[in-house]
């Protein structure tokens, strides 16, 4: 199992030690919610996706040598919200994380998103 | 001095129709060279369509599944780097080209951008591919007022919002000369005056630093906020 699997398959199973595990530690890391974010608050807010939702999957992931980019379809309770991500990898850790979620459906099916912080 | 490459993408022959105008009106100005990359099953119909407008795909791309384009794209562009991407509307080969233009951190220009009919019921829909892409683009090129208050309530820059008007009426004026050159086509929509292109053209322009941003689409009175509504100044 490559880095950035390992690292899906982490947050997606709500482990958050496996997610530092494999960040480096000055990772950088930006997100279109709006709310600011470092490495632990995006540790924090996949977990709390992870937990909330009734099913995360894969639905598109392309790997080059430097990194990954994935789309996750994010399935809650009352409706199914997507989400791009775009991971590079350095020196055998993950060095940059971009999401881009699909803010209406975010707010409208991932409410506590916002609220936990 | 070689112009610099826009890379158009399409994956039926409404896009096609509709991106038209912006590559000519590029070719015209002279400051951008437009790529059209032609997407999935539909490329003897796009070809046909853009041979209308003596125009031809420079990259076709047997691909249509979103993972295969995304690769397929990434590959090219690693290559061949474009200085911006345009897409048009909420289809799943402009959601590929959003993200695949987004993961090399190349510019994202959406082309009628922001048409919404409050569609949830699966992350698979239209729409839902046109709010990713929202996400993604660096310019929202919207064909009437509605869509760029649907864009801003998405938490979408105004600034980064122009009302351009509809590139297929612009189509249409293109054809309809060629074909009929003595007929005059009028239509009663105050958001095609024949110009969409253009606006879209320099837009991507001023985007890219090589023009000003062109004058925002004169709204007219009966939409009751004309004010509030000119956006892209």
């Known amino acids: 199992m490559d880095l950035v699997e390992f690292y899906t398959g982490s947050w997606i199973g709500a482990d958050r030690d496996g997610v530092r595990r494999v960040l480096a530690p000055d990772v950088e890391v930006d997100w279109n919610l709006d709310a600011p974010v470092d490495d632990e608050e995006l540790v924090q807010s996949l977990h709390r996706i992870a937990v909330f939702a009734d099913s995360v999957t894969v639905v598109s992931r392309v790997s080059r040598a430097d990194g990954a980019a994935h789309v996750y379809d994010l399935a809650a309770p009352f409706g199914t919200a997507r989400m791009a991500e775009f991971v590079s990898v350095h020196n055998g850790r993950i060095a940059e994380i971009r999401q881009v979620y699909d803010l209406v459906a975010i707010d409208r099916f991932f409410p506590a998103l916002y609220d936990c912080q | ?233």
Not at chain 2, 106 to 124: C, M, W
Not at chain 2, 177 to 197: E, F, K
């Open chain 2, 1 to 233: 001095m070689s112009r610099i490459e826009v890379q158009l993408i399409g994956g039926t022959g409404t896009e096609a129709v509709k991106l038209a105008p912006v590559a000519l009106a590029m070719r015209a100005a002279g400051l951008l060279a437009p790529q059209f990359t032609v997407v999935g099953e539909h490329f003897r119909v796009i070809t046909r369509a853009l041979a209308a407008f003596d125009l031809a795909p420079g990259v076709t791309i047997d691909a249509d599944p979103l993972t295969d384009l995304i690769r397929r794209l990434d590959m090219i562009w690693t290559e061949r780097r474009p200085a911006a991407v345009m897409v048009h509307g909420d289809s799943r080969t402009s959601l590929a080209a959003a993200l695949a233009a987004a993961w090399r951190k190349i510019p994202v220009v959406h082309l009628y951008a922001g048409l919404r009919e409050d569609e949830f019921e699966t992350p698979a829909t239209d729409e839902a591919n046109g709010r990713l892409i929202a996400q993604v683009a660096t310019l929202h090129l919207v064909p009437v007022p509605l869509a760029a208050m649907n864009l801003i309530d998405e938490g979408v820059a105004a600034r980064s919002v122009l009302i351009t008007g509809d590139t297929g009426f612009d189509a249409a004026l293109v054809i309809a000369s060629r074909r009929l050159p003595s007929s005059r086509v009028t239509t009663a929509n105050p958001y095609a005056d024949g110009l969409a292109g253009q606006r879209a053209a320099q837009a991507v322009a001023a985007l890219l630093g090589l023009a000003d941003q062109p004058a925002p689409m004169p709204i007219p009175s009966f939409t009751g906020a004309a004010g509030a509504m000119r956006f892209g100044a």
